[in-house]
């Protein structure tokens, strides 16, 4: 259960970081208070999912999936650039997230 509150930590993070650019590009209360509720559900998820698992582990993952969750985002919503090399370090980091999972 631990690694679900994990997943669903770093999927919030996800929206509050598309929330967040969201919010720059309108200033409308309702894409603010979208990006308050995304990452306090975030930090909640992480807070249940520290519970069971070790702190570094916990983090690294979370840390992972939100920064790759963002740059993906970023590309396929916000034009931002697709390069091989991108794609290739986010693949990276995620491969690096899931080397955690495997070693815990």
Not at 20 to 30: A, E, G, P, V
Not at 32 to 49: P, R
Request: net charge positive.
């Amino acid at each position: 259960m631990a690694w679900v509150s994990l997943v669903i930590a770093g999927l919030c993070e996800m929206a509050g970081v598309a929330m967040m650019n969201q919010y720059t590009h309108d200033r409308k209360l309702r894409s603010l208070l979208l990006l308050i509720l995304a990452f306090g559900a975030s930090f909640s998820f992480l807070s249940l999912a520290m519970e069971t698992l070790p702190m570094g582990t916990a983090y690294a993952i979370w840390t992972g999936i939100g920064a790759s969750g963002g740059a993906v985002i970023g590309m396929l919503f916000y034009g931002e650039s697709k390069d091989w090399k991108r794609i290739l370090f986010i693949a990276i980091v995620l491969s690096a997230a899931v080397g955690l999972k495997l070693v815990s």
